[in-house]
């Protein structure tokens, strides 16, 4: 059986760490172990502060939209956002940059970590532009614990 569930918000740096905090909050209370929880949160917000920082950097803060399909074995998470796509419809590759340990901070070079730690965390990875929007899609394999925990 695949449970489904869905949240929205305003892509700001605030309304996603809620929206992240609320996704995150629901896949505890469905038995999902709390180091996978802790990976997807990783990737999770690693994926929708892109959205905030590049997709709508040019316009208006728009809606961001976040649905998991939990399956037996695996955890899809689609995130979808009226911003603009990715250049050439096409993700970053997300490699890994080699800096000194002493590099100062101010000099460490942008861009690139995050879509690493995306694709080191999920087992696919899929992107498509749909009319308008982008959905970005992630899986992450995942073995249950027993009972889903009771919210509070």
């Given at each position: 059986m695949v449970e489904t569930f869905a949240c929205s918000f305003r892509a700001t740096e605030l309304d996603a760490r809620r929206g992240i905090v609320s996704v995150v909050d629901r896949l505890?209370?469905?038995?999902?172990?709390?180091?996978?929880?802790?990976e997807v949160q990783i990737a999770l917000a690693e994926a929708v502060n892109n959205v905030v920082e590049h997709a709508y950097a040019e316009t208006a803060a728009g809606d961001v939209l976040i649905r998991c399909n939990l399956h037996p074995d695996r955890l899809w998470?689609?995130?979808?956002?009226?911003?603009?796509?990715?250049?050439?419809?096409?993700?970053?590759?997300?490699?890994?940059?080699?800096?000194?340990?002493?590099?100062?901070?101010?000099?460490?070079?942008?861009?690139?970590?995050?879509?690493?730690l995306i694709?080191?965390?999920?087992?696919?990875?899929?992107?498509?532009?749909?009319?308008?929007?982008?959905q970005l899609s992630l899986?992450?394999?995942?073995?249950?614990?027993?009972?889903?925990?009771?919210?509070?």
């Open positions: 505890k209370n469905m038995g999902i172990p709390d180091t996978r929880v802790d998470v689609e995130i979808r956002d009226a911003g603009v796509p990715f250049p050439n419809a096409k993700l970053p590759d997300g490699n890994t940059v080699k800096v000194d340990a002493d590099t100062p901070l101010e000099d460490l070079p942008e861009g690139g970590f995050g879509w690493f694709r080191e965390l999920a087992s696919d990875i899929q992107y498509q532009r749909n009319l308008d929007n982008n899986c992450f394999e995942i073995q249950l614990t027993s009972e889903p925990q009771q919210s509070s």
